[in-house]
């Protein structure tokens, strides 16, 4: 069964802290995706990796960095949280094809006070 | 990537068979027909696509109109866990952050005993 797992499914920080969210999957894929998702405005991609150490910038890359040192971990990280970034964080991975479906961790719901 | 539109809720009794549709009439001819269902507080899931022809897995069946402008989504036997807002997503194989997942609003299936 594939599996795409992420560190935490819920998580509070302070404003200024830095956070980390660590995705790993089973699936030996390429492609691995973060994304977040918020009420009204449904999936918005932050950060795209197609392979190890390579990453392209989403929709909304402002406030965020990525990591792939590992083909199978895509680490995201805030490098100083604030209130605008509470939110869900999905990870996803894909294999190499254009049409090959996305799976996706179970989210992450990070709060920042 | 085509708009979709489907109905906002829909309800259905345990057991009984799901139809879910979606109508896409300014698809074009490269375009897929992919659904994804997201149950609450958790990460969206793949359930099937297709071009033309009418496709069936293990979790579903997907009908595709011979003009290709709309789309049911089968759910043979539902059960309380299949209550989820399912998405219809009408897309060309892409690559790269170009194969980045676009939700629309979806439509929220409550399977009642």
């Known amino acids: 069964d594939v599996k795409v797992t992420q560190s935490s499914r819920y998580l509070v920080k302070r404003t200024g802290e830095k956070v980390f969210l660590e995705c790993v999957q089973d699936?030996?894929?390429?492609?691995m995706f973060w994304y977040r998702q918020d009420p009204g405005l449904g999936l918005r991609l932050i950060y795209f990796?197609?392979?190890?150490?390579?990453?392209e910038k989403g929709d909304i890359p402002e406030g965020y960095s990525v990591s792939r040192e590992k083909k199978e971990r895509f680490s995201l990280i805030l490098e100083s949280a604030s209130t605008n970034q509470t939110s869900m964080y999905l990870c996803?991975?894909?294999?190499?094809?254009?049409?090959?479906?996305?799976?996706f961790g179970p989210g992450t719901r990070l709060t920042v006070t | 990537d085509a708009k979709t539109t489907q109905p906002p809720s829909m309800d259905c009794a345990e057991g009984r068979a799901a139809n879910l549709p979606c109508n896409h009439s300014?698809?074009?001819?490269?375009?897929?027909v992919y659904w994804y269902r997201q149950i609450h507080s958790q990460g969206p899931q793949y359930i099937i696509h297709?071009?033309?022809n009418n496709e069936t897995n293990e979790m579903a069946s997907l009908i595709i109109t011979e003009d290709r402008k709309s789309s049911t989504l089968i759910l043979p036997h539902a059960t309380l866990r299949d209550t989820a807002v399912y998405y219809c997503?009408?897309?060309?194989?892409?690559?790269?952050?170009?194969?980045?997942?676009?939700f629309g609003t979806g439509t929220r299936l409550q399977v009642t005993l």
């Open positions: 300014t698809i074009s001819g490269n375009e897929y």
């Open positions: 699936m030996d894929h390429e492609n």
């Open positions: 997503i009408v897309r060309v194989t892409l690559t790269g952050t170009a194969s980045k997942l676009t």
């Open positions: 990796s197609y392979d190890v150490k390579m990453k």
């Open positions: 996803a991975s894909k294999g190499t094809g254009g049409t090959r479906e996305q799976y």
């Open positions: 297709g071009l033309k």
